[in-house]
């Protein structure tokens, strides 16, 4: 299922309330399996330090930079730091040393193809498994992409990624609502209790977080990170598309740095783009005169062919206090 996310998700108030209402039985069931499994599945050592980096809302949160950020980190340390993820959207189960020249999107997930051009990283739907293959291959810490409500592998330190952008209404937690009637994985004091950690990531053009967002996730500490390009986007009219987990914030990303954006094509979270998906892009594209753009996330679904006709705009997750991170990712 590939989700589209409703805005609607992320207001405090307002919204389709019958909607909402008939998703609450399905979020109260969603919410107590979840507590469930938490509660009763006892997680297994692998052998080997492990940092999950994680949500407590569906998708959206800028999550992959902050592990490829931390993975780096831990690197520059001379720590031998290797990813992994249960690999969303790829076929194989795993474990598997993800390589760039050898596998693709389908065969592995964007975000692990994506994070394996810089450090090296395993999928597996085996968590533990995965982790395991990691110290046997010499790993000395495993970051873990996604997994705070994944009870399987012991975690040696548990950061959760919260998005800090609160402009037009939105608030990272919507009403507080579990999926589907809202973005919540689990109730949120639930998920920050079981974390160490907090990563409150702000767009680039942002001043400064929302104090009520910071004072609601304390007495945790608290890493404030931004979430910058990589470098300008290209000159001259530009049609951007992304199917991510809330593509209208890569939009204004995009206008805030300076991009001569003509028109916005939102798809659903890994969207694996079909024939007629890119004929349509290509076709409006030419109609507005303009290059097409997206995330570094959604160019690696693509093939070779239409990597060569699209813009990849990457970003970087840069904690504004390395010191508090060093502090944080060394104290277990």
């Known amino acids: ?16 309330a019958l909607t ?31 940092i999950c980096v994680g949500n407590l809302t569906v998708g959206g949160t800028g999550k992959t930079p902050v592990v490829r950020a931390i993975l780096a980190r831990l690197r520059e ?13 790829g076929r194989l189960r795993g474990p598997v040393l993800v390589d760039p020249l050898l596998h693709d999107a389908a065969d592995v997930g964007d975000e692990p193809l994506m994070l394996a051009a810089t450090a090296p990283f395993w999928i597996a739907r085996d968590r533990v498994a995965g982790a395991r293959a990691a110290a046997q291959a010499g790993a000395e810490a495993v970051v873990l992409d996604d997994g705070h409500q994944n009870p399987t592998l012991k975690k040696s330190l548990s950061l959760v990624v919260v998005d800090g952008e609160t402009r037009g209404g939105e608030w990272p937690f919507g009403d507080g609502a579990v999926f589907p009637a ?6 949120l004091f639930e998920g920050l209790a079981r974390a160490d950690a907090v990563v409150l990531l702000l767009p680039a053009d942002l001043a400064a977080p929302d104090p009520r967002l910071v004072a609601l996730l304390k007495p945790l500490p608290v890493l404030i990170a931004r979430l910058e390009p990589d470098g300008p986007p290209p000159a001259g009219p530009q049609l951007g598309f992304a199917g ?18 003509v028109d916005f094509a939102p798809f659903p979270d890994h969207t694996p783009y079909s024939p007629t998906d890119l004929a349509f892009l290509a076709a409006r594209a030419k109609t507005l005169n303009a290059g097409l753009i997206t995330t570094e996330k959604d160019w690696v ?11 990849a705009w990457p970003v970087t997750a840069r904690f504004e206090d390395e010191a508090a991170l060093d502090r944080v990712l060394g104290a277990n």
């Open 77 to 89: 340390e001379g720590v031998r730091a290797e990813g992994l993820s249960r690999g969303y959207g």
């Open 244 to 261: 991510v987990g809330k593509p209208w914030k890569v939009e204004r990303a995009l206008i805030a740095a300076g991009c001569q954006l």
């Open 301 to 311: 679904r693509l093939s070779p062919e239409w990597r060569a006709r699209v813009t």
């Open 1 to 16: 299922m590939k989700l589209t996310t409703p805005p609607w998700w992320y207001k405090q108030t307002g919204g389709p």
């Open 182 to 187: 809202g973005p919540m994985r689990e109730a």
């Open 20 to 50: 909402r209402a008939a998703l609450m039985p399905v979020a109260w069931l969603w919410a107590r399996v979840t507590a469930w499994k938490i509660a009763h599945v006892a997680p297994v050592d692998p052998g080997v330090r492990v």
